[in-house]
């Protein structure tokens, strides 16, 4: 703020001198938050404690007989000791496994996994060789998640940013309730995709199940195939110029863009009639009256 | 939560006893109250094998007194299948309360079930040429060890690990659900079924009659009375999407096939495996792997999807 003296600001607290300053960053990409500026503060990566790794550092891990807590915390100790690429063997359909990366880290499944395999993550680049279940990548915040074969429902449930892809065709829900990053399927997709959907981009190369969309308030979803059914408030647009270029640059990207091109893709977006953020609940009105 | 598998071996026998337990043990943490299994052997032409159980697990701790009843029970039985003039071929006990015939009879199964089901405390698991029901408390390893089911050979199976949600933990309200009185016909469920009470009183006018007050026991009396009009398997599945409202993911095993149903929300999990000689379907792939150790590709059904495979 104009005018204000070193003395003035000596008495503050740390947060009230970046605020007061206009010193601070919402930081959307990531965890979403708001960061402060502090001159004191050492340069340090998105998350302090996490491991500063070396992706030419690598090691295996065998998950045959190791529960998917044990799991987890043998691919933390080995992030700790500066270990950037990780290769799991042997998953065989367990739950959970590659949950809470907040970090870079090139992570590699050879196999299966079960339900909420690499969820809450923030950063890493992952390959699974092989299929995933249910809720695949929950919540993600950055990285790229890319799975070689078929996922399970609710594939990229809630995620928020990052690369989310599936070469093969993925179940119900898919992206339900999304708020940011991208879904690549190159198959087909089950019912009510998109459900909820609040922010991102979707795009299904294959078919997509009935209700698509439905009540999305954002977003946009690509498919390529046919749409059983839009979802309610689910409307299709028109396709750009400027999105069939995003398409192919993003499809490219994993080697998933169809010989024939994008421009037979469908966009679909929110209708928008669900939207009522500035009407009056009924209640508050009758105070009002 | 509960869960549900199935798998068919196509053209040849297996150790469906032992697969099953490996899939079922693999699920144990979606239900931990009972485990049930439906494994369909060769039988022999013309022999019916038939499960009964003659009181609850939970009864046996009430005392001596209990032997003294089911001895009567049992007494009861043979007499009922002597009067019907049932060739009792072989009869032994699984556990103190649930025994296994092996009987030869020419005459209508169906009065002879509805007759020793008169006797109080008795239920028929299953009656079958092909079919074996057995179903306890406890997980699957438990179950197996005291039915000796690690030596079942058959074609195929069906299983469920049951978490109690809508009614009692006992053998009464645990799947699988013979269809009554449809021999060699089973169902296992996962899920919750909305319009259980509507369809039960009107199957119950039809005249079938329900044991326990476990939705998932309408599906098994739904698909008998499909059945019963002629329908094929397919068909009755392919109807259950239709008539039946609710959550609800669904295997049916006959004689010599495999079927599953998906309701409109696909809501309840499956994931299926399939190959010329085995299909595996489970709840998770974990259970999968427990039988198919090799790299393998799997997918998840969609909604209102059904599907029948034959041995």
Sequence with gaps: MEGMSDNALAGMTQEQRAETLGMTSEQLSGRSMLIEFDPDAEPNLAYPWAPDVDHGKSATLDADELTATQ????????????CGTITVLNP?????????????????????????GIGLIDGPNVRVNGRVGWSCAENMMAGTVIVEKNAGSTF???????????????????????KGGTIIVGGDTGALSGFMMQRGRMIFCGNAGKNLGDSMYDGTIFVGGSIRSLGVDAVEAELTELDQHWLKRKLDLYGMAPAEGVAHFTKIVAGRQLWNYDNLEPAEKKLIL | ???????????????????????????????????GYAVYGSGSPGDYVMRLKLAEQEDMGRGHGIHAIID????????????????????????????????????????????????????????????E??????????????????????????????????????IRSAHPYWAFPYNDV???????????????????????RFMSDCD????????????????????????????????????????????????????????????????????????????????????????????????
């Design chain 2, 133 to 170: 029901m057995i179903k306890d408390l406890g997980d699957a390893a438990t179950v197996s060890s005291a039915y000796e089911l690690d030596d079942f050979r058959g074609t195929h199976a069906i299983g469920h690990t049951r978490m109690a949600t809508e009614s009692d933990v006992d």
């Design chain 2, 216 to 311: 998932s026991e309408l599906l098994a009396v739904y698909t008998a009375h499909n059945l019963s009009n002629g329908e094929t398997l397919e068909q009755s599945l392919q109807r259950s999407i239709e008539e039946i409202d609710g959550v609800f993911t669904y295997l049916v095993a006959t004689r010599d096939e495999l079927g599953m149903a998906k309701d409109t929300m696909a809501a309840k999990p499956l994931v299926l495996f399939e190959s010329d000689d085995l299909i595996a379907l489970a709840s998770e792939e974990v259970a999968i792997r427990a039988v198919i150790p090799q790299e393998i590709d799997t997918v998840d059904p969609y909604d209102e999807e059904t599907r029948v495979w034959k041995a």
């Design chain 1, 92 to 116: 065989r359909g367990k739950h959970g496994l590659g949950v809470g990366i907040l970090s870079r880290l090139n992570l590699v499944v050879e196999g299966s996994l079960g339900y909420f």
């Design chain 1, 156 to 178: 990229g449930a809630a995620i928020r940013g990052g690369d989310l892809v599936c070469r093969g065709s993925v179940g119900s829900r898919t992206g339900i309730d999304m």
């Design chain 2, 1 to 35: 939560m509960c869960g549900i598998a199935g798998l068919i071996h196509r053209g040849k026998v297996s150790g469906v006893g032992s697969e099953m337990t490996a899939m079922l043990q693999a699920l144990k943490h979606r239900g931990p109250d009972s485990t």
């Design chain 2, 186 to 208: 089973s169902v296992v469920h996962n899920g919750q079924l909305t319009n259980y009470w509507l369809m039960r009183r009107e199957m119950e006018r039809k005249g079938h």
């Design chain 1, 71 to 82: 799991v987890n915390e043998r691919i933390r100790e080995l992030m700790h000791e500066g």
């Design chain 2, 72 to 131: 009567q029970r049992k007494d009861a039985v043979d007499a009922i299948l002597a009067e019907h003039h049932v060739d009792v071929k072989s009869r032994r006990h699984s556990t103190d309360y649930a025994l296994r015939y092996v009987i030869a009879h020419a005459g209508d199964t169906e009065d002879m079930a509805r007759h020793i089901e008169e006797v109080d405390g008795v239920e028929i698991l299953s009656l079958g040429n092909s079919l």
